[in-house]
């Protein structure tokens, strides 16, 4: 186990070191890269995708919980009828999900 130890002192006295430290480190940004920054960038691409592609009639999900339905897409909102008469502006960028794609009960 002491040999070990020296030897990897050693190893990192004569410079070697410096090399495996910034291939870790590169190593670590890839793997970062692969399984958070991509996939949240992919998401993101989705939701814009979704919400530049909103329509009239469309049932949806605000972020606060409030289901309903598409009466009027202007470019920054959307009105949204929530019972019979009432409707309500919501921003765009507020809106997260299809309803149509949740399961029925």
């Given at each position: 186990?002491?040999?070990?130890?020296?030897?990897l002192q050693e190893g990192g006295a004569a410079g070697g070191g410096?090399?495996?430290f910034l291939l870790m480190m590169?190593?670590?940004?890839?793997?970062?890269w692969f399984f958070m920054i991509r996939p949240q960038q992919k998401r993101q691409k989705e939701m814009n995708a979704?919400?530049?592609h909103l329509h009239k009639g469309m049932k949806i999900i605000t972020a606060g919980g409030i289901y309903g339905t598409?009466?009027?897409?202007?470019?920054?909102?959307?009105m949204v009828e929530i019972d019979k008469n009432v409707e309500i502006r919501v921003d765009k960028m507020s809106i997260m999900k299809d309803h149509s794609d949740l399961p029925s009960r």
């Open positions: 186990m002491t040999q070990l130890v020296i030897m410096s090399y495996s590169l190593l670590i940004f890839v793997v970062m979704f919400r530049n598409i009466t009027e897409v202007a470019e920054r909102y959307v």
